[in-house]
């Protein structure tokens, strides 16, 4: 859990105003937020509550999400389901890669719950612009390659 250990001690300082961070690839699949903290494409979502990671998806899934970087793996059979199991009041989202029919309908399911959604999309851009180790070596090996190819 080392890079992802790394990546998610770079956005604690949401936790000031936060109570948690919930990230969504369910509709298109392809939220790089979610990939950069779970390094799968699993449909699913990711569930950051400051303390642990977890990911919460479908059985059909469940194989690929237990290939993620996350150690806690959650099977739901619906999205409502997500939310018997987080009783937190503030939730980090990335607004930016959601519809927002599915933020519509977000609210509604939380809404005797109290639950505010924040949107953090800009943190999460900026959290992944800054490099770690990992991904620097990464981008020397990938330009290894190219140089040899080309």
């Known amino acids: 859990m080392g890079e992802l250990s790394t990546r998610l001690n770079r956005i604690k300082e949401l ?3 936060l109570d948690s961070i919930l990230l969504f690839n369910l509709e298109r699949g392809n939220d790089p937020d979610y990939f950069y903290f779970t390094n799968t494409k699993a449909g699913g979502v990711f569930h950051y509550d400051f303390s642990r ?3 919460f998806t479908v059985k059909m899934e469940l194989e690929r999400a237990k290939k993620s970087w996350a150690n806690k793996i959650v099977t ?3 999205v409502e ?3 018997s199991n987080i009783k937190k009041e503030r939730i980090g989202i990335d607004a930016q890669h959601i519809s927002a ?3 519509k309908r977000l609210k509604k399911l939380t809404e005797k719950k109290k639950i505010k959604f ?3 999309s800009k943190n999460l851009s900026e959290t992944r612009s800054m490099k770690t ?3 620097i070596q990464n981008i020397k090996e990938a330009i290894r390659v190219a140089k040899k190819i080309l």
């Open 15 to 17: 936790s000031k105003n």
């Open 53 to 55: 990671p977890r990911i």
């Open 76 to 78: 739901i059979e619906k």
């Open 81 to 83: 389901d997500i939310f």
């Open 101 to 103: 029919g599915f933020l």
């Open 118 to 120: 924040v949107d953090i």
């Open 133 to 135: 180790p990992y991904e």
